[in-house]
């Protein structure tokens, strides 16, 4: 907001003025996304993954010893809806807490026109993976404003 304001550029409300539409940042919106996030989860558009850090680093390290592009690899694939709540289950069993992933679909192409670009497509698989829109602590990444734009 410094760096801003010495350029001479200003706003109308902020973190630092107040206003109508706060709280501005993420951190403190967390009672306006929650119920948006559930609404994903119910809709089986998200879901909670538990899969620990190492057990991320230990995917990523192999994908790169394989030549492969890393990206998360959904841990639910393959599983009948009973495995998937018995992996859930164990998994809060141990105390792990979930982030929230958005699914993106496999072999799905995602195409619209954009103002200024034009045509646009892009594959779901160059995309890497399920997104976390939700981390650990409910801190809230920047792709949740956009993901609901667009769902």
């Not at 760096?3 to 107040?18: A, M, S």
């Not at 996304?33 to 190492?54: F, H, M, N, R, W």
């Not at 959904?74 to 792990?96: C, F, H, N, P, R």
């Not at 670009?117 to 956009?146: E, H, M, N, Y």
Request: aromatic residues 10%; negative net charge.
């Amino acid at each position: 907001m410094d760096n801003l304001h010495w350029l001479g550029i200003d706003w109308d409300e902020g973190p630092d003025k107040g206003g109508d539409f706060g709280p501005y940042r993420q951190s403190e919106r967390r009672d306006i996304y929650a119920p948006l996030i559930q609404e994903l989860v119910d809709k089986g558009l998200a879901y909670e993954s538990y899969k620990t850090e190492d057990e991320l680093e230990a995917e990523r390290a192999e994908q790169k010893a394989n030549g492969e592009m890393p990206h998360y690899v959904y841990e639910y694939a393959g599983m009948t809806e009973e495995q998937k709540q018995a992996a859930i289950d164990a998994a809060k069993a141990k105390g792990l807490e979930p982030v929230i992933r958005f699914h993106i679909p496999s072999d799905h192409k995602y195409e619209w026109t954009d103002i200024v670009k034009g045509d646009i497509s892009i594959d779901s698989d160059s995309i890497g993976g399920d997104f976390v829109i939700q981390k650990r602590d409910a801190c809230r990444r920047t792709t949740l404003p956009w993901l609901l734009m667009t769902t």
